[in-house]
């Protein structure tokens, strides 16, 4: 079984519903969520999924997020030290003609921002993350790990008006930027928490629909991210049909042993992602009960998302199904891409 045949067997992409009805439940999906029937289309998804489970699984409800004041302190508890915070870490903030970039040091860039679109993104590897809206175009919570300069958190909050976000972020310095990076203040949609990302995913029961990650310093991708107790309790706290989106950054022998942990929790249901013309790969990894839509299904919903968010969700399928497969047996990620592949030119 070739690469991309192990890929296409994971993911399930071709799916023995007639395409035609496919289609047509995704076309009216779309139209009810666009009208703002969100229950509605939610249910029109629910049923084309349960035609291609065997035993389908209800899924589970998405709760409330539980009050973690002895563990956790959110951006508003300690407002004035963080505030006080915020004037000495002014260094951190390197501005140019165009963009406003944070960094740690001279050669660790953390995140950028367009000066006159901050909501936009920038990073090539972001816009891919966005990925995961190919498997829920509607998600009702969506958890992220590392705040950073809030490229992702500003661009759900903006595009996905429906949408719950909590956003996980360690380092206290990070937060206190938080409005030099034009980052929401907190409201009944978006909550930002400073905690450990582990600890946080460990002490959590309420599943979420998506689960992004995007935690890194100098060196690469944060080591404790590279636990098999880390990825299980991310399995743990996915909804049936959530999925992981996580961020690589660096040579592939850097993040081998997150790989490798993923692959012990997840096996078959993660995958390896390259990004174009970027030092990044995407981990994606799916619920226990995931079953991916219908092959016509996605496509047609990578036109929509590309039509409403402007960014290449047609490429970023594409490389979904070239993706490498973290099972048991299947060689090692090397990071190659295949230069003669078009989709590997522009994001």
């Not at 035993?55 to 409330?64: D, H």
């Not at 539980?66 to 004035?80: I, L």
């Not at 165009?98 to 590897?125: G, K, V, W």
């Not at 997150?258 to 992602?273: G, K, M, P, Y």
């Amino acid at each position: 079984m070739s690469k991309h045949d192990a890929t296409g067997a994971a993911l399930r992409l071709e799916s023995p519903e007639n395409p035609f009805c496919a289609i047509v439940r995704e076309y009216a999906a779309i139209t009810l969520q666009e009208l703002g029937l969100r229950g509605a289309a939610r249910s029109v998804r629910a049923r084309s999924q349960s035609r291609r489970n065997e035993e389908p699984t209800a899924p589970r409800p998405i709760g409330p997020i539980r009050n973690f004041t002895s563990t956790a302190k959110t951006a508003d508890t300690d407002e004035q030290s963080l505030a006080s915070a915020a004037g000495a870490l002014s260094s951190l903030i390197v501005d140019s003609d165009t963009e406003r970039h944070l960094q740690f040091s001279p050669d660790a860039l953390q995140s950028r921002m367009r000066l006159d679109d901050p909501y936009a993104l920038i990073a090539p590897y972001t816009r891919q993350m966005m990925s995961f809206l190919l498997f829920n175009p509607d998600p009702a919570h969506v958890l992220m790990i590392g705040l950073g300069g809030g490229s992702l958190a500003k661009f759900c909050y903006r595009h996905l008006p429906d949408t719950r976000i909590t956003v996980i972020e360690i380092d206290e310095r990070v937060i206190a930027l938080r409005e030099a990076f034009s980052v929401p203040p907190d409201d009944a949609r978006l909550q930002v928490v400073h905690d450990d990302g582990v600890r946080y995913l460990a002490e959590r029961a309420d599943p979420v629909d998506a689960i992004l990650v995007d935690a890194y310093d100098a060196s690469g991708v944060a080591p404790s991210l590279a636990s098999p107790n880390f990825f299980r309790d991310v399995s743990l706290n996915l909804a049936p049909n959530g999925v992981l989106v996580m961020n690589l950054h660096g040579q592939p022998a850097v993040f081998r042993t997150h790989l490798e942990a993923a692959c012990a929790t997840f096996s078959q249901r993660a995958l390896v992602v390259t990004v174009a013309s970027n030092d990044n790969a995407l981990l994606c990894a799916f619920g226990k009960d995931a079953t991916p839509p219908d092959a016509a299904q996605l496509f047609l919903r990578a036109r929509y998302l590309q039509s409403k968010l402007k960014l290449h969700f047609r490429n970023y399928l594409q490389r979904l199904r070239e993706g490498h497969v973290l099972a048991h047996g299947n060689q090692p990620f090397t990071g190659d891409i295949d230069a003669s592949d078009p989709h590997t030119a522009a994001d």
